[in-house]
């Protein structure tokens, strides 16, 4: 006698719902994923105004506080973290954890392609290197869940 693992509640309405169902999952998870990137972009806009945090401002740290309440991006991007929150409580309630998590490694990548191009960070090319090892292991990720719905 075989044992069986039960298939996941999440997996059984994927394979069970229509290709639309996955699509608008697909969905919800790229807009999260989007307003993180974005809200991390603007968080590094409004750091870079506010300035390093180092010894002497740990020292005056009430100071440096200020200088960040002070700074409208800082609110945009904790907003724009709290917006991608909800539609990832979306996403959990539609994908396995297993398949969903994997995907914010679609952060990582446009993340570097958004510091270098918008934020002008110079990226070496081992980094270059790791971003494509990140982007085949989400098409591998893509792919086994192709896989499992059939």
């Known amino acids: ?6 298939i996941p ?12 169902s996955s ?9 999260s994923v989007g307003f993180a990137v974005a809200g991390q972009v603007i968080l590094k806009g409004a750091m870079d ?12 740290f009430g100071d440096y506080l200020g200088r960040a309440a002070r700074e409208p ?5 904790m907003f724009l973290f709290g917006v991608s929150g909800m539609f990832w409580l979306v996403v959990l309630s539609r994908v396995p954890l297993s398949l969903a998590y ?3 490694g ?11 191009f918008v934020l002008g960070e110079e990226v070496p090319a081992l980094r270059w290197i790791g971003v494509l090892v990140v982007a085949a292991g989400l098409v591998i990720i893509g792919l086994s869940a192709r896989s499992v719905r059939g």
């Not at 006698?1 to 039960?6: Q, T």
């Not at 105004?49 to 005056?60: D, I, N, P, Q, Y």
């Not at 991006?73 to 991007?77: E, F, H, N, S, T």
Request: proline letters at 3%.
């Open 106 to 116: 679609l952060s990582y990548v446009a993340v570097v392609l958004l510091s270098r």
């Open 49 to 60: 105004r506010v300035g390093r945090l180092g010894s002497a401002e740990v020292a005056a």
């Open 1 to 6: 006698m075989a044992l069986e693992a039960p």
């Open 102 to 104: 994997p995907f914010v």
């Open 73 to 77: 991006r800082l609110y945009l991007g």
């Open 23 to 31: 699509l608008i999952s697909m969905a919800f998870l790229v807009v």
């Open 9 to 20: 509640e999440g997996l059984a309405v994927a394979t069970a719902g229509s290709k639309t």
